[in-house]
Structure formats: structure tokens, C-alpha cells
């Protein structure tokens, strides 16, 4: 497609750049500021937690909400230059910003999140559990249970242990989206665990947003395909960085930005009002049975 050659996720060269990853280190830059997007009021005067928000799909969520009129904040593991900058495009629109350093593979920094978001916000009104991890394996019999653990402690615990925290401030109204993957719809052989825990996050979704119906409290999930973020340069070979996602259809990777507007989907009731227990896959072009 014409397309690929304007995207920033097209022809990545091989790199490889420091665990969990710095935007500024990646070559090409991803377009995650959503600076084209055009809000228009979508969720005025809600509050809103995403994890993993300081950069990728979470950066590009957090500005979009805020340009639909919500005020955000954070959660990121320790990538502070990449918070500030998103903190600096959410405050430029308006609304109010905080970022909040933790580690979601703790319990009990998930609550602590959770907390930091009502003092500084005033309230809680839209979750995103966006954090993930994930480590390249070429043999499932290097696959420990070291990296077993942490994989599910931070793609799935978190989503449990922060949700759990939110339930008690999130009124009728409140929605959670969840970030999910085509691997965990799909698997792959070289992110065993990685698939393992995002298909536990849509079975998760499946099961929370039958249990949170009487509360009138969405769930929904986004499973996206391959997506331009540093995560990717972070945890993978240099020899699969490069030319990341061209084995998608549409031959390349996504950007985040252009994955954000399905959160924003999810969040806003003027959009979704009658979805929850939804997986929303922007795969490009990827069709999947079942």
C-alpha cells in the first residue's frame, strides 16, 4: 500500500535500545501525539487513569482523551522524559495532568496509582490498564519461570489489582478498557507467555463485564496488531525490529495515533453505549477465525 511509505512503523532499520525503552531513542520516531485529532467534547469533565502512558498507544490515548476533554493521569514504570512530554501534550490542551512512577507488577502499587489518580483529580471516572511487558524467546525451553511470572504479573495481575482499586471509586458510568493483542487471539511461538497473558486480559474482559453490568460499569478490550512503539525495539531482536510489521496486510505497523480513537470509542458513551465485553482488533487487514 502507498500508505506505508508516510508511515513512521514502515522500513524500521535494526536497533535495539534499552529496556523499557525511550522514545527519542527510536529510529524512525513514532507519531504518538495525535496531533491531527480534533476532539469534540467526547468526554468533557471525566477523569481518567492509562497505564503505560507514557508513550506508544498510551501517550496517544492520554492526548486523546484529553483533547475530547478529559483530564489525565499516567502511570509509567520509569521512562520520566517520555511522562513529562505526555504530561506536557495533555496540559496543552487544557486539561489537568499527572504522572505517577510505579511498577504494576506490585500489587500494591496498583492501588497507589489508583489513589494518586482521585487525590490529584479530584475522582476516577475511565480506566485504561495499557502496561504491558514482553520478552522475545526463540525456544520455549529458555522460557523461565522468572519471565513467566513477571509476564503475567504485569499484563494481568495489574489489570486485576488496578481495577480492583478502581471499582471502589468508578460510579455508573465508568468504563475500563483493557489493552489486549493479536497475540493473544492468534499466539506466537516466540512470545509464549506475552500471548498467554493477553489472552488471559480478553478472558478477563469477557468475564468482568458480565460482573460489573449491575454497577452500569463498561469493559471493553482493544487487541491490536503490530504497532510502532518502543516496547517493540526494547524487548526484541535487532534482526525482527526491522522491518517490524510488514507481514501485517497492510504492510507495515500501525502508529499509535492511529490506535487511540478505538479507546476513545470505548470511553465515550455518546460512541459505545450499548458495548461492553468487546474485543476491538485493528489489525490491518488481519482476519481471524472464530
Known sequence: MNASTERSGAGAPRQNIAYPGDTADMDPQPKDEMRGYVGSGLLEGRRALVTGGDSGIGRAVAVAF?????DVAIAYLSEDADAEHTVALVEQTGRRA???RADLGEAAECRRIVDGTVDALGGLDLLVNNAG????VDDFAELTAEQWNRTFAVDVAAVFHTTHAALE??????TVVNTGSINGLRGNRKLIDYSAAKGAVHALTFSLAQALLDREIRVNCVAPGPVWTPLIPATMPPDQVEGFGEQAPYGRAAEPDEIAPSYVFFAADRLSSYYTGEVLA???GETLPG
Request: no cysteine.
Open 169 to 174: 471509586h468508578l460510579t455508573p458510568g465508568g
Open 282 to 284: 485493528p489489525t490491518g
Open 133 to 136: 511487558t514482553q520478552t522475545v
Open 66 to 70: 484529553a483533547k475530547e476533554g478529559a
Open 98 to 100: 499527572v504522572a505517577l
